[in-house]
């Protein structure tokens, strides 16, 4: 137990000096009784002697309203204790797939759109333990917002989102877990093979994350490097959970970049392999009303954490309860508080 006010302990000075007082009012009391004889002797209304010791029924309801009155002049130091308790915590990554094709109008107004509106509501029905960060990527990917529990910034960060490019979806992941860490992965030399100009992320140690989860809103059509399973099972050693939410149809639509016609369907195939890999689930946006229920259903982690936790008001109602007690019974027996 520590105490904010510690200072305020010196009060407690002030029960000895009420110990000594009390003291010397009995001791004047016991040498008045015992000049009285027998009629000094003190009783209950029953008839029955209190007694002298310091545990006798004579005692005991100034024992009672002194320990209140030590446990009243405790709380004056704002005393606080680890304490711990159960609650849902952790990070959110919302990866949006921000490329050409989130365009399609097999959602309604169009894949972009629908995600966002789906992903305010998730935002706004978190609770405050919960940080949340917006990730965007196309042909590369970028933090929009570093993960932060101040909602309004987040819905800005959702709103600013403009779609252009093509998609990689190792990108998306890779800069998802940058933002989680909160700083660049960083990727040794030895990982690099210049012949085939990949990198071998297998070399690269990460962190355990595992109270981060991240929900991978894409068609699934990847068109760049790095290979997404290889980024997947990066996630997998940190602990990290992806939601694939595949976006779209699989029959397809048609949307038009840059005056060409280009057919764009729903990758279902390669969004489980990433959610399986990762311990993750895979769900399928069919429209806006199920893609709210899929931010619904994610599954974050409720932990148990030790918290520091102020415990004045405990030590009062404490306090309360003996010095009411104390003189209560005072009065009962004696006709007057301690």
């Known amino acids: 137990m520590s105490f904010i006010w510690p200072y305020m302990l010196l009060s407690l000075l002030i029960l000895p000096l009420l110990i000594w007082l009390y003291m010397r009012l009995s001791h004047q009391r016991a040498n008045e009784r015992g000049e009285l004889g027998a009629l000094g002797l003190v009783q209950d209304q029953a008839g029955r002697d209190l007694g002298s010791g310091w545990w006798s029924w004579r005692h005991r309801p ?33 990866a949006f797939d921000v490329s050409n094709s989130m365009m399609a109008d097999d959602l309604e107004p169009n894949r972009i759109e629908a995600a966002k509106v789906a992903a305010r509501e998730f935002v706004e029905n978190q609770p405050s333990t919960i940080r949340i960060g917006v990730v965007a990527f196309g042909n590369g990917g970028f933090v929009v917002q570093p993960p932060t529990d101040l909602r309004a910034d987040v819905l800005e960060a959702v709103d600013r989102l403009t779609v252009e490019g093509s998609t ?12 989680i860490a909160g700083e660049p992965l960083e990727i040794d030399e030895g990982a690099f093979d210049l012949d085939s100009e990949t990198i071998d992320f297998s070399q690269l140690e990460i962190a355990d994350y595992s109270s981060a989860v991240i929900l991978l809103l894409t068609d699934g059509e990847n068109m760049g490097t790095p290979e997404p399973l290889d980024i997947a099972q990066l996630a997998a050693e940190a602990g990290v959970r992806i939601y694939p939410v595949g976006i779209g149809s699989e029959e397809g639509t048609i949307i038009e970049v840059d005056g060409f016609n280009l057919v764009t369907r729903l990758n279902e195939e390669a969004l489980e392999e990433i959610a399986n890999l990762t311990n993750g689930i895979y769900y399928r946006a069919e429209d806006e009303e199920s893609l709210q229920d ?8 409720l932990t148990i954490d030790p918290e520091m936790m102020e415990v004045t008001s405990l030590f009062a109602g404490m306090s309360l309860v003996l010095v009411l007690a104390g003189s209560a019974l005072s009065m009962m027996w004696f006709g007057r508080v301690p």
């Open 62 to 94: 100034q024992l009672i309203f002194l320990a209140g009155l030590a446990l009243l002049l405790i709380a004056l130091a704002r005393p606080e204790m680890t304490v711990r308790l159960p609650r849902i915590e952790g990070t959110v990554i919302l």
């Open 294 to 301: 899929v931010y619904q259903n994610v599954d974050l982690q």
């Open 168 to 179: 990689s979806l190792g990108q998306g992941i890779f800069v998802s877990l940058n933002a």
